[in-house]
């Protein structure tokens, strides 16, 4: 119904800055909200970033927050993650992930129906 394609990830230094894109194709009138996890190696998913409703809401994970922000644009059916500030912590695959409707935890990777399927992001020191 949705499909959700990754792009932009790479290898930066820590303090580079990097941007990710999310193309959206499919049923995108069904989309409510977009997110963006991180996982890396050996480790949970983690949230990142999440964006939702007409007026652009937007909540961030504590770890990132004054160093990412998420947008979107509609016309062009995608979501962007700007990475500013990079850190050697911030390594991990990226997802981009979509919801269809409100939910109690937009935090939860349980939240969101549709994935992509990832982009590799890595930060040296």
């Known amino acids: 119904q949705v499909q959700l394609v990754e792009s932009g990830g790479g290898l930066v230094q820590a303090g580079d800055s990097l941007r990710l894109s999310c193309a959206a194709s499919g049923r995108t009138f069904s989309t409510y909200g977009m997110g963006w996890f991180r996982q890396a190696p050996g480790k949970e998913h983690e949230f990142v970033a999440a964006v939702w409703g007409s007026g652009g809401n937007t909540f961030y994970a504590d770890s990132v927050k004054g160093r990412f922000t998420i947008s979107s644009d509609s016309a062009k059916n995608t979501v962007y993650l700007q990475m500013n500030s990079l850190k050697p912590e911030d390594t991990a695959v990226y997802y981009c992930?979509?919801?269809?409707?409100?939910?109690?935890?937009?935090?939860?990777?349980?939240?969101?129906?549709?994935w992509g399927q990832g982009t590799q992001v890595t930060v040296s020191s």
């Open positions: 992930a979509a919801r269809l409707n409100r939910v109690t935890i937009i935090t939860s990777p349980g939240s969101y129906v549709y």
